[in-house]
């Protein structure tokens, strides 16, 4: 029997590499869309709500034979905690061919930067090429993580961040200026460190903590909206015509981050359609046309509709968090060989 190896977070902050992530997810994501010739067994995710508290815990289980995967995520999401972070996971990788259990890590750092990541793959084949202006809504997690993933794909002239507590959207604007959120990514990723560079040396960009959702995307060519947003908070009538937009956030039946026109009148694309059908309030509630998977057009099945508004809509995938656990170990375990 093997032994248990328990990786902590900061060693999986170590050991991921955005980079090699970001080619192992666009990969997965059209491997998993190729549906049952995909040899992926991904359930819809389970979640119990904990209504006292309202507080929620998913698990998020999958098999991949090919990629020899066997991994089990539970995410608990609690909007209200302030004491410690409102999303927090663990990740269980087995042995697919005996099913013991190999490893048990941290899931929290791969959550946050496997969703960025993800965006940012949507990012690359839905978003113009001459993306100039990024809007962010929310100053949390995943706000940061989207900043850092999508500039690793443009150099934007203008970045603006609306967050419904101003004074967080403000220190959010801070930390970018700084160019403290690059600088820190990934040790060993070149990329990365390339674009600190550019980001940090750009004399012509401006980064702005605005008092409105629609002063922040106007003209945006990329928006992220990351928020525990119950209603609505971005409109179509704000949205410039071509912009393409990831949204992240109301991953709950009832919840809404974007309003029926925008959802009505865009291309939708999303991470799972299975997944999205059954938790986002955005897709539900505005009975909207799901056009494409993202993986349908990684894999060419389906097109890039470049030139419309589009938008991409995730609620997180249990395999995403399968191949970044079982990068993770193998690099761990390669690690501690050597
Ligand atoms: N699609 C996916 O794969 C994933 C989605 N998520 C979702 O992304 C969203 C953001 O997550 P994190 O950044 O990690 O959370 P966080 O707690 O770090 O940040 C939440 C942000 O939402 C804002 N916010 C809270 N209530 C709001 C409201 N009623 N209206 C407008 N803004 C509000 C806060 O000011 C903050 O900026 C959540 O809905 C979360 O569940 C998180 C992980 C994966
Ligand atoms: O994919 C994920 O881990 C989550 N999606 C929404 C909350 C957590």
Not at 130 to 145: E, F, H, V
Request: glycine share 6%; charged share 20%; hydrophobic share 35%.
């Amino acid at each position: 029997m093997s032994t248990l190896t328990w990786i902590d977070a900061d060693t999986v902050k170590k050991l991921l590499n955005r980079d090699d992530l970001f080619k192992l997810l666009e990969a997965g994501m059209g491997q998993y869309s190729l549906g049952i010739d995909s040899g992926i067994v991904q359930p819809v995710r389970c979640t119990v709500a904990v209504q006292d508290v309202e507080g929620y815990l998913g698990t998020m289980p999958c098999y991949s034979r090919s990629h020899g995967i066997l991994t089990t995520k539970l995410v608990s999401f609690y909007p209200g905690n302030v004491r410690v972070p409102t999303h927090l996971a663990w990740i269980m990788h087995f042995n697919h061919l005996d099913g013991t259990l190999l490893a048990l890590m941290d899931g929290e750092v791969i959550t946050n930067v496997r969703t960025g990541l993800v965006s940012a793959v949507a990012t690359k084949y839905l978003a113009g090429k001459d993306s100039k202006i990024l809007a962010i809504l929310g100053a949390g997690t995943q706000a940061r993580s989207h900043y850092v993933a999508m500039s690793s794909l443009y150099q934007f002239k203008q970045v603006r961040i609306w967050n419904r507590t101003k004074q967080n959207g403000e220190k959010f604007a801070d930390e970018i200026r700084s160019g403290s959120l690059l600088a820190v990514q990934d040790a060993t990723s070149t990329t990365t460190t390339t674009t600190t560079t550019m980001t940090t040396n750009n004399n012509n960009w401006t980064v702005t903590c605005c008092d409105t959702v629609e002063e922040a995307v106007k003209d945006a060519d990329v928006i992220c909206v990351a928020t525990f947003a119950t209603e609505p908070i971005l409109k179509k009538k704000w949205v410039k015509n071509g912009a393409h937009i990831n949204a992240v956030g109301a991953v709950r039946p009832n919840w809404r981050e974007l309003d029926d026109d925008l959802m009505t009148s865009s291309v939708v694309y999303t991470d799972t359609r299975d997944g999205c059908l059954l938790e986002s309030g955005d897709v539900i509630l505005s009975k909207c046309k799901i056009y494409a998977e993202i993986g349908e057009v990684i894999n060419k099945s389906k097109q890039s509709y470049q030139d419309e508004t589009t938008i991409f809509k995730s609620v997180g995938m249990a395999i995403e968090d399968g191949i970044c656990a079982k990068y993770i170990y193998e690099k761990h375990t390669s690690t501690n060989c050597t």
